[in-house]
């Protein structure tokens, strides 16, 4: 914080650079004239805004004028003075900037909307002309946000969602990632208060320890990379609360699942060093599949470099490693601010063309729009950090998600081409429909006329935009209607045996009405269509029905369950050597608790967030549901048994029998017989006179539960026998 221009003054001359302190000092006094007795919100005297907003232009290492227009940005706005006053005073280049991040005067008729699209418009044009305008603004915005606490709460949002909205994005663009950073980070904290603070307490749990081990890493690098490299710099990073707000809330992952949270950045002098540590780093730890990133060979969009690696260590954590060379470094840092403040000294600005040829796309773009609006919309979705633009065979631009498949491309198109689409080539070559698309790809759809042609079912899983998924939907809500009905009656029939939902066909029948009724479809049929098209998920709404179905129909049932799981032991977290984990030998391992796999079980692992690998049969159902997300796909390994497994195993079975005097009994025997030792067992009446009893214990292997399941068969009244889910 600097509140007086003595502050800003020390700190400028603290820069150690050729500022023009005359003709700053001259800014500040016009300035603080024209302000006068004007106060801020927190009741401060006006003129420290400026003064802040010109401490934030120099720390981003910006030249004499910028200070200069920082100082003055208000005066036109708020006071009586005119860019005039400022031009013959200052020179032009500075009555340009303080124009650009003048508001537009109040356009008569016209919603909040269209003025903010207005005013968005006018600094761009301003900053097509002078990019240091917006370098300006984003300070100014900086530190209104820094002090928003005193505005009114309507005005708090309205400035944090255009901040947002505008602001972060095009600072991004930009790659001015520190300012970007702490404007998403505060806007969050008035946007959603509540999130904001949930991450701030995930962040707080364990973070000694997560330090002591960042500090480990460092250290190991340091010893075993100092001698080579003598520049080299090795430090911890945490990333920035937005950006894991993002993972967490937007993409669906657990904090766990996040590998970056802390990373280890490598800063060197050469791209040589780079790629030679990045050996020595794959050489110490193991590295996960799939997660190395070369933004060297390939910048990203706002000319970010940096080679990232996501690697795990002995104990199974996994954590990324960033390595950069100095250059690299302060353009990851200050973007195009990097030109002031390292390249051109504090005086000269050019060659920025290329680097600013966005901006006037954004201008082109919007010239024959009617709606000033539309310019926000597309900085929100042009700018948006992960967005890849794929051209037709015409040269048509499409941008979509990173991550985009080609038939994601199709119906960006037009529904009618991804419907009727058969294949697919990506710069001349045929590729799979599952094939991501990358920025500057010349991606060809190739269709058919056949009758009756449509999408496949598993584009679902593959597709990542709604609105390719929701038109696959639309084209099987409209063309599958039989089909649909009878997979859905299916899917919703398996589940409710796996849930143990049995009634008589009337009461079904009603359950079913009303279910079908709460999910507001017409009737029954339409309810199987709707589940068979995916329009509703089953499994979603699962846990719902389940305990409508407790309430109705098995009152009491709830305490019975939860007295059931607190008996369940606790399974504990250890090593195992009963598991070989493909590429990650010796690493931690447990199993999964959905599906309790046994050795004989078709495995598969799942690397975990600092608790090792996590082993699920490969049919169990959350395998099936994650595996779909293609965001998770490199982080399946392959596992298999060890062929001597010492280890017993807990495994839990599901009987459903006829409700029969000492059945029980007969059962235990029988569990006895087999040497079976029983863990828990929990029986409950189920409608007509039938029980369904679930019964955990220990077993070797599936060789030996499939004897127990057989034997238990042989009971009389016994309908069914089955390991259970979850
Ligand atoms: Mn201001």
């Given amino acids: 914080m600097t509140n007086t221009f003595e502050e800003l003054k020390s700190y400028i001359e603290q820069q150690g650079r050729g500022y023009d302190l005359k003709m700053i000092t001259e800014a500040y006094r016009v300035a603080e004239q024209a302000h006068g007795e004007q106060k801020r919100a927190s009741g401060e005297p006006y003129i420290v805004h400026p003064l802040n907003v010109a401490q934030i232009v120099v720390s981003l290492g910006m030249d004499s004028e910028s200070v200069e227009a920082a100082l003055l940005h208000d005066v036109v706005e708020d006071t009586e003075l005119s860019l005039e006053d400022i031009r013959r005073r200052f020179g032009r280049p500075v009555s340009v900037m303080v124009d650009g991040v003048t508001k537009l005067r109040k356009i008569p008729f016209s919603s909040r909307e269209e003025q903010q699209a207005e005013n968005v418009r006018k600094m761009l044009l301003a900053m097509a002309k002078d990019v240091r305008v917006i370098i300006i603004k984003l300070a100014d915005r900086l530190h209104n946000l820094r002090t928003l606490d005193y505005k009114k709460e309507q005005s708090r949002r309205d400035k944090a969602l255009e901040t947002m909205e505008v602001y972060a994005p095009i600072a991004n663009r930009l790659g001015i990632t520190q300012i970007k950073e702490e404007l998403e980070d505060l806007a969050l904290k008035f946007l959603d208060p509540v999130g904001y603070a949930e991450i701030e307490r995930m962040l707080d749990f364990n973070r000694e320890a997560r330090e002591a081990f960042l500090q480990k890493v460092v250290e190991k690098l340091q010893a075993r990379l100092a001698a080579g490299h003598p520049h080299i710099q090795i430090y911890g990073r945490v990333k920035s609360l937005y950006g894991i707000y993002r993972k967490v809330y937007m993409q669906g992952r657990s904090f766990e699942e996040i590998y970056d949270i802390y990373a280890v950045r490598t800063v060197v002098d050469t791209v040589e060093e780079c790629y030679n540590i990045l050996g020595i780093i794959h050489d110490i730890f193991t590295p996960l599949p799939g997660r190395f990133k070369d933004y060297i060979s390939t910048p990203k969009q706002n000319l970010y470099q940096s080679l990232h690696t996501t690697v795990i260590d002995k104990e199974g954590i996994p954590f990324e490693v960033q390595i950069r060379t100095w250059d690299m470094h302060y353009t990851a840092e200050y973007g195009i601010a990097a030109h002031w403040k390292y390249k051109e000294g504090i005086q000269g600005h050019d060659k920025l063309e290329e680097r600013l040829s966005w901006i006037r796309q954004l201008l082109e773009n919007q010239k024959d729009s009617e709606e000033a609006r539309e310019i926000v919309s597309s900085i929100k979705t042009d700018l948006a950090p992960e967005e890849v633009f794929v051209f037709t065979p015409k040269g048509d631009v499409i941008s979509l998600p990173s991550g985009s498949t080609v038939i994601d491309f199709a119906y960006a198109i037009h529904s009618a081409v991804g419907n009727r689409m058969t294949g697919a080539k990506v710069d001349g070559r045929i590729v799979s429909l599952d094939t991501p698309v ?289």
């Fill in 438 to 726: 990358q920025t500057g790809n010349i991606v060809e759809i190739l269709t058919t006329n056949a009758p009756g042609h449509g999408p496949s079912r598993d584009w679902l899983s593959i597709v990542r935009t709604t609105q390719a998924r929701n038109k696959i939907r639309q084209w099987f809500k409209k063309e599958r209607k039989e089909e649909n009905t009878a997979q859905g009656k299916a899917e919703i029939e398996k589940e409710f045996r796996r849930n143990y939902i049995t009634l008589p066909e009337e009461q079904m029948q009603e359950f079913l009405a009303h279910i079908a009724q709460r999910q507001r479809c017409r009737s029954v049929e339409e309810l199987y269509a709707a589940i068979g098209y995916g329009g509703i998920s089953i499994s979603r709404i699962m846990p719902r029905i389940k305990e409508e179905y407790n309430r109705t129909y098995r009152a009491g049932e709830e305490q019975r369950l939860e007295a059931l799981m607190s008996l369940k032991p606790k399974k504990e977290r250890k090593v195992t050597s009963g598991v070989i984990v493909e590429e990650l030998d010796g690493c931690l391992v447990k199993y999964a608790r959905c599906c309790n796999p046994l050795p004989g079980d078709e495995i598969i692992g799942f690397i975990t967030r600092g608790y090792g690998v996590s082993i699920h049969k490969t049919d169990c159902v959350n395998v099936r549901n994650a595996m779909s997300d293609p965001n998770q796909a490199e982080r399946w390994v392959k596992a298999r048994w060890a062929s001597v497994v010492k280890e017993r195993f807990k495994t839990t079975i599901d009987i459903y029998a006829d409700d029969r005097e000492s059945l029980l009994a007969d059962i235990s025997i029988a569990l006895a017989n087999m040497h079976i030792q029983i863990h828990a067992l929990n029986a409950k009446e189920l409608k007509d006179h039938h029980t369904g009893i679930q019964i955990t214990f220990e077993t070797a292997d599936l060789e030996q539960l499939n004897l127990v399941l057989s034997g238990l068969r042989q009971i009389a009244g016994v309908l069914s026998v089955q390991r259970a889910v979850q």
